[in-house]
């Protein structure tokens, strides 16, 4: 599915994929709507699996790993 609507590929992009299923088997994951297969793209720079279903950006996790992100991208603005 994501294959079609795949990101530029110069661009840099991080992924943050809920899993409301009681497993760490990427196999089964799934955020109730979107299974893990179609969320996992393999040029990411960084990806972060949360425990919560396809509404995890409200998680307080989600918001942290944003942040961990976007510290990482204003340093590495910085040093250019």
Request: no cysteine.
């Amino acid at each position: 599915l994501t294959s079609n609507i795949m990101p530029v590929s110069r661009v840099p992009y991080h992924s943050i994929i809920g899993n409301h299923r009681q497993t760490n088997d990427t196999h089964g994951m799934s955020d109730g709507i979107v299974p893990y297969s179609s969320s996992d793209l393999e040029q990411a720079v960084s990806e972060k699996i949360i425990k919560g279903n396809h509404s995890v950006h409200e998680e307080a996790e989600t918001l942290l790993e944003l942040r961990r992100i976007l510290r990482l991208h204003l340093q590495q603005t910085q040093d250019q």
